[in-house]
């Protein structure tokens, strides 16, 4: 979806675009004639694939240490065919002065590899690098490697003149921008993911007749649904305790409550369902019934356009930890969509929630009341979600999203000339 709009944010402002993209790409995806490169010999997901290769009881453990190591050394053996493969497409491309390169999704692999192929440039010779990140380093960062000694390495770059100049550095969020731009002592910008699903007439079309075919739910109940791969760091485990909760609230309340529905997707990730998410499962399929349906196998995007339309509610029970400053895609299609959000409270998407219409909770029991008075008071949340969403859509368009990249480039250029 961001690489969708990107392209067309880019081609609308008169750029000819280039994926560089994975060696194993399938190029199947295809959007305004955009040219593909496979590019890419691995990517940000080879170190949890290396640990799904260890037995069953450690993978919990191995992939822990993957995503937990706060203060990693540099690894010595590390991993450069990032870096080399990148040199190499921009040496074939001729990639020159006149040139931007984006980056929409930055992780600890791809940020020192530009770092250190700028270092072996001439500023006047340099293509532009937009590289923007979703991932708190200090949190869930793939590819992470004590990313606080990076601004040591930016600030050489500062010297040469490259940053700003060169090299602009973006989140996905202003939290987080401003988390990054103190963490590494250098300006970071925001480059929010643009607005792109929204409500329209073949997509409410094909939403309804997914609720009514598929998912075979009546008009009269909420469906409150769970989006993306079942993942602890989402929450997905604590979905049962929130069910329960809501059922007991709901059957101890005096005041009338909107019957809901519970649609969780609960596709496996990369490295599979670890023993957490595989006991939340088994759970949710033990009190299964008419209000909770689980879908276990993997989306196309069609069906998961449709699921997102046919919704009312979003849930998003994501962890503190991970998610205090982190961006999150789903956070932005359902507000752009017009769906009332219920988050977790401190974190990013409890933030959004409360900021555009929904609500928040902290821990299931609060996440649980937040959904019963959503339930309660519908047709207010419903208002207010919908009046909030235009405003998202008007201030985060597919246009303004290279926008603001071509934006801090005249910024630059003013400066330099000031």
């Keep these: 979806m961001l690489t969708q709009a990107a392209t067309l944010s880019a081609q609308a402002h008169g750029f000819d675009v280039t994926w560089l993209c994975s060696k194993e790409f399938n190029n199947t995806l295809q959007v305004g004639g955009a040219n593909v490169r496979p590019?890419?010999?691995?990517?940000?997901?080879?170190?949890?694939?290396?640990?799904?290769?260890?037995?069953?009881?450690?993978?919990?453990?191995?992939?822990?240490?993957?995503?937990?190591?706060?203060?990693?050394?540099?690894?010595?053996?590390?991993?450069?065919?990032?870096?080399?493969?990148?040199?190499?497409?921009?040496?074939?491309?001729?990639?020159?002065?006149?040139?931007?390169?984006?980056?929409?999704?930055?992780?600890?692999?791809?940020?020192?590899?530009?770092?250190?192929?700028?270092?072996?440039?001439?500023?006047?010779?340099?293509?532009?690098?937009?590289?923007?990140?979703?991932?708190?380093?200090?949190?869930?960062?793939?590819h992470r490697t004590n990313m606080a000694a990076f601004s040591s390495e930016l600030s050489r770059l500062e010297m040469r003149g490259f940053l700003n100049r060169k090299l602009f550095l973006y989140a996905e969020n202003s939290p987080l921008a401003a988390h990054l731009s103190e963490l590494w002592s250098v300006q970071v910008g925001t480059l929010p993911v643009p607005a792109f699903r929204q409500v329209h007439g073949a997509a409410a079309a094909a939403a309804s007749t997914y609720r009514r075919d598929v998912l075979q739910i009546p008009s009269d109940n909420l469906?409150?649904?769970?989006?993306?791969?079942?993942?602890?760091e989402k929450g997905f485990h604590h979905i049962p305790e929130i069910i329960r909760s809501v059922r007991k609230m709901i059957g101890e309340s005096r005041d009338p409550v909107r019957k809901a529905t519970f649609v969780l997707q609960a596709s496996p990730q990369i490295v599979g369902r670890n023993k957490t998410i595989r006991r939340a499962i088994g759970e949710l399929k033990a009190m299964r019934s008419s209000n909770v349906k689980l879908l276990l196998e993997s989306l196309s995007e069609t069906e998961y356009e449709a699921l997102l339309h046919a919704s009312e509610v979003i849930l998003t029970p994501y962890g503190e930890d991970e998610y205090r400053f982190r961006s999150s895609g789903i956070v932005t299609e359902a507000i752009a969509a017009g769906k009332v959000l219920v988050a977790s409270a401190n974190t990013y998407p409890g933030a959004m929630a409360k900021q555009y219409g929904g609500a928040a909770g902290d821990g299931p029991d609060e996440i649980a009341a937040a959904i019963v008075d959503v339930c309660r008071n519908w047709k207010e949340y419903k208002e207010r979600a919908r009046e909030r969403s235009a405003k998202f859509r008007d201030e985060n368009t597919v246009r303004g999203y290279w926008r603001i990249c071509l934006d801090a480039e005249a910024q630059s250029a003013r400066m330099s000339h000031a």
Excluded: W
């Design 39 to 142: 590019t890419f010999s691995s990517s940000m997901y080879d170190p949890y694939i290396r640990a799904r290769r260890g037995t069953l009881s450690s993978l919990p453990h191995a992939v822990n240490n993957i995503l937990r190591r706060k203060n990693q050394p540099p690894n010595e053996h590390k991993d450069t065919s990032f870096e080399s493969d990148l040199k190499e497409a921009m040496q074939s491309l001729g990639a020159g002065p006149d040139d931007r390169l984006l980056l929409h999704t930055g992780d600890g692999q791809c940020l020192p590899a530009i770092l250190r192929i700028l270092q072996t440039m001439e500023a006047a010779e340099a293509p532009s690098f937009h590289v923007a990140t979703p991932y708190d380093p200090a949190g869930v960062m793939p």
């Design 223 to 232: 469906i409150i649904a769970s989006l993306g791969s079942a993942r602890t």
